[in-house]
């Protein structure tokens, strides 16, 4: 059974914005008391943390993304959101949700490329 559930990557080109969202299922109960983060693996290179979201809200982010990412939540959805701005072709990778009670998503693949 999928717990978390990615959406949003796709194609954009440089300077675009995508908006990723992860879907928790509601059999892995309510987000709201957890940590969630997004993270990120490119070719060839080792996942990395991208940013993550207290249950108080508190964010935190990836020197690379700083001023360009922001993270949210809406724990009546169980959703978490990245609203990624001004995209560079080094954005490209796999983003991953992890829920900090152990579960991650599949990945969603972002491609920044003109």
């Known amino acids: 059974q999928v717990q978390l559930v990615e959406s949003g990557g796709g194609l954009v080109q440089p300077g675009g914005s995508l908006r990723l969202s992860c879907a928790a299922s509601?059999?892995?109960?309510?987000?709201?008391?957890?940590?969630m983060g997004w993270y990120r693996q490119a070719p060839g290179k080792q996942r990395e943390l991208v940013a993550t979201i207290t249950s108080g809200g508190s964010t935190n982010y990836a020197d690379s993304v700083k001023g360009r990412f922001t993270i949210s939540r809406d724990n009546a959805k169980n959703t978490v959101y990245l609203q990624m701005n001004s995209l560079k072709p080094e954005d490209t990778a796999v983003y991953y949700c992890?829920?900090?009670?152990?579960?991650w998503g599949k990945g969603t693949l972002v491609t920044v490329s003109s």
């Open positions: 992890h829920h900090y009670g152990g579960y």
């Open positions: 509601r059999s892995i109960g309510s987000i709201s008391i957890y940590t």
